[in-house]
Each structure stands twice: as structure tokens, then as C-alpha cells.
């Protein structure tokens, strides 16, 4: 992760995203490929844990409200095919829902991160490069 002025770079980094709803996956992917990050999209929880099951991700953005199988379902499952196969994962949710108590739920979940949609960028930025740089150094944090 170097830094470019202002702005960080996540580039070589394999992210997923998912959410149901097309547009907000063209939004969320245009702002991290920005980044530098590789993306991937997913339309369901489900198609979501086959590709991580199937691929190489780094980070996975999760929007929480999907039908069929909601985000907290499918981040447990990547985070299980993540054990099984010995590798690690960050998983960021991504939700409109931003009451009173939602983050602290979201990280008793499981969730690595908390972006609300819509996205701010600079929320964006200290939270993937908070987590990738606890990823890398092979710590545990708190939820960013």
C-alpha cells in the first residue's frame, strides 16, 4: 500500500464486492478500481461464497440486505471456506443501515469493517488501509 500524495493505493489487492442491486455494485466498483484494487462483483450471498470459493480475494465488501441469503450468512461462509482452505480474508459490510448500535452489531457478527452506503471516500480509505495493514501484519483489530 503506497502512499500518492493524499491519496493511498490498494493496487495488486483482489476485492469482491456484493450487493443486490446492480448500480450500487457499478458505483462501488468504479470508486475502488480508482484505487488500484482488482474487482470482482456478485449480484448474491450465495454466487458471492462460490466466487471467494472459488478465486483469490483479498478484501470482500458485503452489503447486508440481500434476499436468499443475507450479507452476515454469507460473510460466515467465506470466513469458513477462508479457514478451511488456509487463507485469511477481510470482510467489510457495507449497509445503509446506520442506527444507533448497527456497528457494534455488524462486529459481534463477524464483519472486519463498517462502510455506509452511500460511500464516503474518506471513510473508505482509513478503513481498508487500517485493515489491510492489520491483515498483513498478521494481527487481530478492532472492527474500523
Do not use: C, W
Not at 462460490?50 to 452476515?72: A, L, S
Not at 464516503?120 to 495493514?133: A, C, F, G, W
Amino acid at each position: 500500500m503506497l502512499e500518492t500524495g493524499d491519496k493511498p493505493s490498494f493496487e495488486g489487492v483482489k476485492a469482491l464486492v456484493v450487493d443486490d442491486e446492480p448500480m450500487n455494485l457499478v458505483v462501488a466498483a468504479g470508486l475502488f478500481s480508482d484505487y488500484g484494487m482488482s474487482v470482482d462483483t456478485s449480484l448474491s450471498g450465495k454466487e458471492a461464497v462460490n466466487k471467494y470459493r472459488d478465486g483469490d480475494y483479498d478484501i470482500v465488501f458485503m452489503d447486508h440486505m440481500m434476499p436468499e441469503m443475507d450479507g452476515v450468512e454469507a460473510m460466515k461462509r467465506i470466513k469458513k471456506v477462508a479457514d478451511e482452505t488456509g487463507r485469511s480474508v477481510v470482510v467489510i459490510v457495507l449497509t445503509a443501515n446506520v442506527v444507533s448500535g448497527a456497528k457494534e452489531m455488524f462486529a459481534r457478527e463477524g464483519f472486519d469493517g463498517f462502510l455506509s452506503k452511500p460511500i464516503y471516500t474518506k471513510d473508505y480509505e482509513r478503513i481498508v488501509s487500517q485493515l489491510l495493514s492489520v491483515r498483513s501484519a498478521g494481527r487481530e483489530g478492532d472492527m474500523a
